[in-house]
């Protein structure tokens, strides 16, 4: 009989703090994390608390449940990485961020990091701060009707329902949907509310947004490591390099030392000249198969 098609019996029943316990080290390949039956079995034990009216219980269930949500976000954007999926990534590196600042309004995230949630926090914005994007799309609404998640009743500041936003109530989060709105206007921001609306340039053919960046920096990075859980971090440098080797480097272009002035009245007479170099620094050094060579930005 496949163990999928098991009827739920009361074995199969956690406490809370046996489903944390599965959730710790996920550097080992985690089934717990992975298997859509550890879930659902999260799933209805929380129920089985909230059953029994044991809202502690019920909220680290919660709590449970949005470690290995983060945990699985953070996996899954390392793979679309790997495959040079670089804004679907991206996404999903916020949405690991917003999980993990909603979770640690009820969770500690503090040494020894079992659940290594700590480390996934600092990772996304590592992998964040190596993209390209500069310029996001932010939209002003204006907020019509606001439903509460908990009891679908209407909100405002004049009539709360009694929900906070935030806290948990049988093993759920409250938040306010925004069931109807009125758009005002979009403006181009630097640091947007959200970040998935990065401004790309609509392609020749008219048939949508094409993906001008230039991802060498995140590229570098995914195609040294083996594994999510693997860390690395980066350090400002900079590198001597000869003059010989930029003979192709337009006069009219920026020079390539960062001053922001004109190769042809900065450093183009240099027989040497010193250029700006991140340095990554990988605490698993990366496996013979991968690329070893340095980058030079
Ligand atoms: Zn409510
Ligand atoms: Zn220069």
Known sequence: MNSENVPMSRDSILSASEALSLLERPETPNPAARNPRFASRIAESKAAAVEAGDQEEAKRFWIAEAISHSQLIFENAFELMKEHRFYDAWCKLEECEITIASLERHFAVRPPDRHRIGYIRDMVERWQSLYPYKIFFSPEILKQRVECSICDTKVSLRNPCGHEKGQIYDGEQCYHIVTKCEFLSISAVENPVQKYSVGFLASE??????????????????????????????????????????????????????????????????PEVVVPHLQFIFSVPPPPELPQEQINI
């Not at 008219?206 to 590229?219: C, E, I, K, L, V």
């Not at 999510?228 to 030392?257: F, K, M, N, V």
């Open 205 to 270: 053919n008219g048939s949508g947004p094409r993906d001008h960046y230039d991802y060498a920096h995140p590229r570098f990075a995914i195609d040294r490591l083996a594994s999510p859980y693997h860390g690395w971090y980066t350090e400002d440098q900079t590198r001597t390099i000869q003059q010989s080797s930029l003979s192709h480097h337009p006069p009219s272009a920026r020079c390539p030392c960062g001053s922001g002035n004109e190769f042809g009245c900065c450093c183009k007479s240099k």
